[in-house]
């Protein structure tokens, strides 16, 4: 599988070289976290809950929860950047997926051209890069433990695996950035947004792990997606050897705001491989970043898509969707505090009207509080609060609403 082969490659190439101790930084994030959790069962736990926790029995659920990310940055040279982050999940055991894995792992390449003008160059696997919320070293948020609904979604479902090319240029205080992408190893992203729906979770996949999928009849012995492999999907997979492509534009005015835009289209051939179906997902997503002032931040961004699979020009069981989504932040910082707040919306609808109803309506908010009393600890607490109703899990016999409600407490340690 092209996953392995990549990361092994870049690994063997940072193992090879001789290591300089001034070339080689280490990051890493470490996390503990106490949950109370009400809401259906989670989506992690084979449910149709909206977080990767959920409740027992219509009541509240306490437990805890650990997350470990390291990130590790090899420069061999002024120009070059080897970089490979693995993440950690401690998860209860009722939880699917694997416990830890390779998250990322890309060459870099930055030349300048002149003192205005520069490359970027990379290959490997790494994350799109069109989030404004996740900007902390290791794809973290400075502002809230539990990201927006579209970056929760990326973080399960898309990575890039294949090369990306940046041009940046540089005025007194603008900075204007044009790039792209050929990349594969995306066929499935739309597998859980089709079928699970949005969600909320900071938990980024992982390299060869495989994910539940919600308890569907459509999904179970002799139902329309049968042939769907029955421990789940498998987000970083590459089953039809198309490519997909991506591109994007981003501008910046110093201290002042960044303004984003980007499509991506995985191009994938929507039949069935190996247990798993290749996703037509196409994607065009915008943002804004404004700073208000040296204390408050406003966050927004936007993506509307579709995405597909199965026999679009024959009649039968298929799934075509159409899918919107979008939130709003506002973050302020006083010394050691940070104070932010978020609301999202979401919505999909189901344009095939084959098997099951995979429309949805949703919203949610979410606040955090964190103090940060040294460089590498941080206390926090949040509060997520998901109210959406899911037609396909009344269909399956689960209740219509999936309502749920996410209380946090966080000891973070950061190096």
């Not at 065009?284 to 020009?313: F, K």
């Not at 099951?356 to 949610?364: A, L, T, V």
């Not at 997520?384 to 009344?394: I, S």
Request: charged letters at 20%.
């Amino acid at each position: 599988m092209m996953l392995p082969r990549v990361g092994v490659c870049l690994l063997a190439l940072g193992a090879s070289a001789s290591v300089r101790a001034d070339a080689l930084d280490v990051a890493g994030a470490l996390s503990a976290r106490g949950l109370a959790v009400s809401g259906p069962p989670g989506w992690l736990e084979g449910g149709f809950g909206r977080l990767t926790e959920g409740g027992r029995a219509d009541e509240t659920r306490g437990l805890f929860r650990g997350e470990g990310h390291l990130g590790l940055d090899w420069r061999p040279g002024e120009a070059w950047l080897l970089h490979v982050h693995a993440s950690a999940h401690g998860e209860p055991s009722s939880a699917g997926g694997q416990r830890a894995g390779l998250t990322e792992a890309f060459l870099l390449f930055r030349p300048e051209l002149t003192p205005r003008a520069s490359l970027r160059l990379r290959a490997g696997l790494f994350f799109p890069p069109t989030s404004l919320e996740n900007i902390d070293p290791l794809w973290q948020s400075p502002y809230t433990m539990t990201p927006s609904a579209l970056n929760s979604w990326i973080g399960e479902e898309l990575r890039l695996a294949g090369a990306d090319a940046a041009v940046v240029l540089r005025g007194e205080r603008n900075r204007l950035e044009l790039g792209g992408a050929a990349f594969g190893a995306a066929d499935t992203s739309g597998a859980l947004l089709a079928w699970r729906g949005f969600a909320f979770g900071d938990r980024l996949s992982t390299v060869g792990e495989t994910l539940p999928l919600p308890p569907l009849v459509t999904l179970g012995p002799g139902g329309a997606f049968a042939d769907q492999r029955d421990d789940g999907t498998r987000p970083l997979d590459e089953l039809d050897g198309r490519a997909g492509w991506h591109a994007r534009a981003r501008f910046a005015r110093e201290s002042a705001f960044r303004l984003q835009a980007a499509y991506s289209d995985n191009r994938g051939d929507r039949a069935l491989h190996r247990g798993q179906y290749a996703w037509r997902t196409r994607v065009a997503q915008a943002g804004l970043e404004a700073n208000l002032g040296a204390s408050v931040v406003i966050v927004a961004e936007a993506a509307a898509g579709d995405t597909g699979m199965g026999p679009a020009v024959v009649a039968g069981p298929q799934v075509d969707l159409r899918f919107r989504v979008g939130y709003l932040l506002v973050s302020w910082r006083a010394g050691r505090f940070r104070l932010s707040g978020r609301v999202d919306a979401f919505d999909s609808d189901d344009r095939d009207g084959t098997a099951e109803p995979n429309d949805e309506r949703g919203f949610s908010a979410t606040g955090a509080v964190f103090f940060q009393p040294t460089r590498v600890l941080r206390v926090g607490a949040e509060y997520v609060a998901v109210r959406a109703d899911r037609p396909a899990a009344a269909f399956s016999g689960a209740a219509l609403s999936t309502d749920a409600d996410r209380a946090t407490v966080e000891l973070r340690l950061v190096f």
